[in-house]
């Protein structure tokens, strides 16, 4: 019950096109859902975050689409550029619970140019 | 204003020694978070400190310890070093309180021979 599944695993998106990365997760308890971006030799940094009160959230190039019903939430990345080009996690955490984050398996997106 | 700082960045140990790992948050964050991200794997959460205490704990055996200073820095031992254990450990930081993200460090690369 604390997994959050991501797909795909791997995803290469031309220069431009629309990178969608999909989540799912069983715990209803959850009520706090961000993305995370990480760089070879970096740690994740947070892209956005939605909470379970809204079903879309959009900031710049990226938005975060959630279907509270269904138990997903996907990450949408529009006009794609090379600089995107990184490993992509879901997460999920109960805020009441201190944020202890379940991550997703990651999602390596590559932007060809 | 930096961020959450960790040393060292790499380290190599033998199977049986023991390590300890060392995490700055970033300015103005009181809230310490473990990960350990396997390779090609999401983090997974090994525990959390707030006020010098553990506040909850992933599921990780007791060979996994830490330590918060009265300055919010903290310290990760692993003791009795197992082949399993070779991951990237990544700290994050936060302020308590809801809907507070957590920022995370660069990490530091263990290597078990």
């Known amino acids: 019950q604390q997994q959050v599944k991501q797909s795909p695993q791997s995803l290469i998106v031309q220069k431009g096109g629309i990178s969608i990365i999909n989540c799912a997760y069983e715990?209803?308890?959850?009520?706090?859902f961000p993305w995370y971006q990480q760089f070879p030799g970096k740690g994740p940094a947070l892209l956005i975050a939605?909470?379970?009160?809204?079903s879309e959230k959009k900031e710049g190039r990226f938005t975060i689409s959630f279907n509270k019903s269904a138990k997903q939430f996907s990450l949408h990345i529009m006009d794609s550029q090379p600089g995107d080009s990184a490993t992509y996690f879901c997460?999920?955490?109960?805020?009441?619970?201190?944020?202890?984050?379940?991550f997703g398996t990651g999602t390596r997106l590559l932007v060809s140019p | 204003d930096a961020g959450v700082t960790q040393s060292p960045t790499h380290l190599i140990k033998t199977r049986g020694q023991q390590v300890t790992l060392r995490c700055s948050p970033k300015?103005?964050?009181?809230?310490v978070s473990w990960y350990q991200q396997a390779l090609g794997q999401g983090p997974q959460f090994i525990f959390q400190y707030y006020e010098e205490e553990e506040r909850q704990r992933g599921n990780f055996p007791d060979r996994f310890s830490g330590h918060q200073f009265p300055n919010y820095s903290s310290e990760l031992n692993v003791n009795a070093l197992l082949l399993g254990d070779s991951a990237l450990y990544l700290c994050?930081?936060?302020?308590?309180?809801?809907?507070?993200?957590?920022?995370f460090g660069d990490g530091t690369r263990l290597s078990i021979l």
């Open positions: 715990n209803t308890a959850f009520d706090y």
């Open positions: 997460a999920a955490s109960i805020i009441s619970g201190f944020q202890k984050l379940v």
């Open positions: 994050a930081s936060s302020t308590t309180g809801s809907n507070q993200p957590q920022h």
């Open positions: 300015s103005g964050h009181d809230t």
């Open positions: 939605i909470r379970p009160d809204v």
